[in-house]
């Protein structure tokens, strides 16, 4: 993965953390064929305008925008994404709308848990097993929320 210089805005995460937007989707990681992280989003309602990679210390956090709103399947290069490589902490990301209408999560995830990621293949919640991380297809991972989709009705 490429190495880029980190945006770090302290304290800003706790806002966020601590809102209750509905889920309305989910988002997991993958690589793109440059070799960058790409988070892709599956929603199943509303929409989401961005995405936001935190960590648990909650002194990193960085911030990209969809160029469109995503109501259904959206895939967006996280560009200039810097991880600690060395530290092997734990990091957390989620989709959200401007609005706080919608949100989308992805799994807890550490660098090592990217690195053997080809294209095509994400790193994801897996719905029938508890929701533990797993690696799929992308297109494994559409019909998955898609399924769960369900319990958004109404």
Known sequence: MKS????IVGGAILTLVGC????????A???????????????C????????????????Q?????????TDFGTLTLEN?????????????FAGSSDNTASARGPEFRVSDLVGLTPGEVYARDSSNGY????????????MVRRDCAQFAG
Request: glycine share 6%.
């Open 81 to 93: 994404l810097d991880f600690d490589l060395q530290s092997g902490a734990p990091y957390s990301a």
């Open 45 to 60: 309602k509303d929409a989401v305008d961005a995405v936001i990679v935190y960590n648990s210390k909650e002194d990193f």
């Open 20 to 27: 209750s937007v509905p889920e309305r989707g989910d988002l």
């Open 29 to 43: 990681y993958g690589i793109d064929d440059a070799g960058d992280v790409v988070a892709v989003v599956q929603m």
């Open 62 to 70: 960085m911030r990209w925008t969809f160029a469109e709103p995503v």
């Open 132 to 143: 533990e991380p797993a690696v799929m297809t992308v297109g494994e991972f559409q019909e």
């Open 4 to 7: 880029f210089a980190p945006v």
